[in-house]
């Protein structure tokens, strides 16, 4: 169970890391360049350049954190083994994340959602979508053989929980506008 559960969260924090650091990033130049499609903005104010960039170089730097962690003795130490990230990998899962925002934020003013509306189940998974089908792309074979059935499952059941929870510490402590 330990096992399952960790393998599972240690294989997508190279996902779930690069829309926190987004937050913290945020500001500037919006990708839309303020363009409007049927009325309301492409993306808006809340998908920026520099929000993107960071998000996806801290994912590949906390792949390749990860990557130094997994020594064999740690591994020794746990009792099992834990995924490491090759290149592609890691530039798969956390550009993946961001792109996978942005696209829900796509849907989301397309829908009549202003910035910052809540979208239920979609805010809480668009991410993971975005950074599986990039890993999937960029590295597929490692993605097939790190992301198990079991694992998938143990995701889409703890993320929207991990999800929520940081959405609401950042909220508390001001650095999101919203607490989802
Ligand atoms: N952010 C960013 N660039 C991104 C993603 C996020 O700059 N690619 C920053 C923005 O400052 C954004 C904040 O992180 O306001 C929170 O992200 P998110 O909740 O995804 O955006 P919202 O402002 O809620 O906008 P949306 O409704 O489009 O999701
Ligand atoms: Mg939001």
Do not use: C
């Not at 996978?100 to 805010?123: H, L, N, T």
Request: aromatic fraction near 6%; avoid cysteine; charged fraction near 15%.
């Amino acid at each position: 169970m330990l096992e399952l559960v960790a393998g599972a969260l240690w294989a997508m924090l190279p996902a779930y890391v690069p829309n926190n650091a987004a937050v913290l990033a945020g500001g500037g130049e919006p990708i839309d360049g303020d363009r409007e499609m049927g009325g309301s903005r492409l993306l808006g104010d809340g998908k920026t350049w520099r929000g993107t960039a960071v998000g996806t170089l801290v994912g590949l730097a906390l792949a390749a954190l990860l990557n130094v962690a997994v020594t064999p003795a740690a591994e020794a130490a746990l009792g099992f083994s834990l995924p490491t990230f090759p290149p592609l990998a890691a530039l798969g899962l956390a550009l993946g994340a961001m792109l996978g925002d942005i696209g829900a934020s796509f849907i989301k003013r397309r829908s009549g959602r202003e910035r910052g509306a809540s979208f239920p189940g979609v805010d809480q998974l668009d991410f993971v979508a975005g950074a599986l089908l990039l890993a999937l792309v960029l590295a597929p074979d490692w993605t097939l053989e790190t992301f198990t059935l079991t694992r998938l499952a143990v995701i889409v059941v703890i993320t929207p929980l991990l999800h929520l929870v940081t959405n609401m510490i950042g909220y508390g402590v001001g650095v999101k506008n919203e607490p989802w």
